[in-house]
């Protein structure tokens, strides 16, 4: 019964093993014919915001601001092609953890969405990108005991009032590069 198992798994194994994947030359070609000029940001009706404390509403457009910034000034012009390109990203998870929950919890911050490629002119959809991720891991300095770490978590989240949200953004915004430049 163990070999039937045994031999049952290796094959499972194998054929996982076996599978590549490939992306599919038409949208490498599609996303090479634009160049992203125009980026608008949407909140999913059941989007799931956490760690915004007192004033959830302000505090979450304050985030999708910082996003739209480092979005536009990273993504307008790539990848490079003649066509106009509209970029439509719809949130569906935007935890922006807050200094003190990163401090004391080691609480995370992420970013999940969905991102259409349009064109400007006419709205037609060229590309879509059903799961694009950005995370900060909160963490810094966990093995070496408490103390350090929420010493080191508190050094981390110094300098300006949104640091929390910049780098989130950087991170969603680095993989939403690399999905639109991809070869």
């Known amino acids: 019964m163990r070999i039937v198992r045994f031999l049952t798994l290796l094959l499972l194994a194998a054929t996982l093993a076996?599978?590549?994947?490939?992306?599919?030359?038409?949208?490498?070609?599609?996303?090479?014919?634009?160049?992203?000029?125009?980026?608008?940001?949407?909140?999913?009706?059941?989007?799931?915001?956490?760690?915004?404390?007192?004033?959830?509403?302000?505090?979450?457009q304050e985030a999708v601001r910082t996003l739209q910034a480092t979005m536009a000034k990273e993504l307008i012009g790539v990848p490079g092609g003649p066509t106009r390109g509209r970029l439509v990203v719809t949130l569906h998870v935007f935890d922006v953890t807050t200094k003190q929950a990163r401090i004391i919890g080691g609480h995370d911050s992420m970013i999940d969405g969905t991102v259409r490629l349009e064109d400007a002119k006419t709205g037609q959809l060229i590309?879509?990108?059903?799961?694009?991720?950005?995370?900060?891991?909160?963490?810094?300095?966990?093995?070496?005991?408490?103390?350090?770490?929420?010493?080191?978590?508190?050094?981390?989240?110094?300098?300006?009032?949104?640091?929390?949200?910049q780098r989130l953004s950087k991170s969603f915004t680095r993989n939403l590069k690399t999905w639109l430049t991809q070869k």
């Open 18 to 60: 076996s599978c590549v994947t490939t992306t599919d030359p038409r949208l490498i070609a599609a996303l090479q014919r634009t160049s992203v000029r125009e980026i608008r940001i949407e909140l999913a009706p059941d989007v799931k915001t956490f760690g915004f404390g007192d004033k959830p509403d302000q505090q979450v």
């Open 127 to 165: 590309a879509e990108a059903q799961n694009i991720h950005g995370e900060d891991l909160s963490m810094r300095g966990s093995g070496y005991g408490v103390i350090v770490a929420v010493a080191i978590n508190a050094a981390t989240t110094s300098g300006a009032p949104d640091i929390m949200a």
